[in-house]
């Protein structure tokens, strides 16, 4: 397994899988794999990215809020993914959490309105 994928399943493990469950296929919370995704938009990694920065819901809060940085939420994405793909190869991670200008345009053409990135 790929260190970034094994950090996500640390967070994920810690984060998310009392609502999402340990395959991703969902619990309290909808699935996050397969294409019948409550939000289209998760089915893209930048998509799938800002509902976890931004939530989506009073149950799916902003993990941004609560203090996750975005390089912690990238390895999540990546190991999402991997949950569907044994092979996937997660993106260079430093790039995005480290241009909070090519984050914030992703955020806009997501989920509006997008949250003040203030953090790296
Ligand atoms: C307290 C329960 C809870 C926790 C913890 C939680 N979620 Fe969610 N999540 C939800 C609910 C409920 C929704 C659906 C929100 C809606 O319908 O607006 C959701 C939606 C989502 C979606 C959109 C899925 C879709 O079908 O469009 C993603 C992606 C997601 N969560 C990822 C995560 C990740 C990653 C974590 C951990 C960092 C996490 N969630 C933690 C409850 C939770």
Do not use: W
């Amino acid at each position: 397994m790929r260190t970034p994928i094994a950090e996500g399943k640390k967070l994920y493990v810690a984060n998310c899988i009392i609502c999402h469950g340990a395959d991703g296929t969902g619990k309290m919370g909808p699935t996050l794999v397969g294409k019948d995704l409550v939000y289209p938009q998760a089915l893209t990694d930048p998509g799938m990215f800002s509902i976890i920065y931004a939530g989506a819901s009073g149950a799916m809060q902003s993990f941004f809020r609560r203090g996750m940085k975005q390089d912690q939420i990238l390895r999540i994405v990546a190991y999402v993914r991997s949950l569907e793909n044994d092979s996937y190869d997660p993106p260079p991670f430093g790039s995005l959490a480290s241009d909070p200008h090519a984050l914030k345009e992703m955020l806009h053409c997501t989920l509006c309105p997008a949250p003040a990135v203030t953090d790296n």
